[in-house]
């Protein structure tokens, strides 16, 4: 067992017998009455999200999970197919509530996958990834006011918006949680 204040983000709990992964997580300290934290869980099995509400002291069942090196070999339109680097074997991650990491992983990227009772949790992508822009459109001549952005598209299909001068074949840095740009790599 173990406090709801002690939760943290990629924690995993059980509820009523099925895995939860603690999606995201609120603090929050009124000043009247007790602190309590807001919990967004999702179910890795059914895709099924929950937002919970509870005191810091409440008590929940969290479960011990492994995190395994894995291989991303590709997606189709239901699972993301993995290879477990140790053993070699082969396993698939239905995509039903892992949507956007398609738009995040590169085909043949090792990522960490977190398993339990030899069931994937959840995918662990780096916070910043560098990607190769294959798609920028030309800045508009003139368009130099401080700031000035594009879209541009990025080897996995996500489209990013980037400053102006960032060009199709350069290598960028994305924020993996928020989807935006953090800088231009030199390769």
Request: proline letters at 4%; charged letters at 30%.
């Amino acid at each position: 067992m173990i406090r709801a204040g002690a939760l943290e983000k990629g924690s995993a709990i059980l509820i009523k017998g099925e895995p939860f992964v603690v999606v995201e997580r609120e603090f929050v300290n009124p000043g009247k009455g007790s602190a309590f934290v807001r919990l967004k869980l999702k179910s890795p099995s059914t895709g099924q999200v929950l937002r919970e509400t509870m005191k810091t002291q409440d008590q929940v069942e969290d479960i011990t999970v492994e995190d395994k090196e894995c291989q991303y070999l590709y997606a189709d339109e239901e699972s993301y197919h993995f290879m477990d680097t140790q053993t070699y074997d082969q396993f698939e991650i239905p995509m039903k509530g892992f949507e956007d990491y398609k738009l995040l992983m590169m085909d043949g990227e090792t990522y960490k996958v977190i398993m339990w009772e030899d069931r994937p949790l959840d995918i662990k992508i780096p916070y910043k990834v560098v990607y190769k822009v294959t798609d920028a459109p030309e800045a508009v001549k003139g368009d130099t006011v401080q700031g000035a952005t594009k879209m541009v598209t990025i080897e996995t299909g996500l489209k990013v918006k980037v400053p102006i001068f960032i060009k199709e074949g350069e290598m960028i840095m994305v924020n993996t949680e928020t989807k935006e740009y953090v800088e231009r790599v030199n390769s």
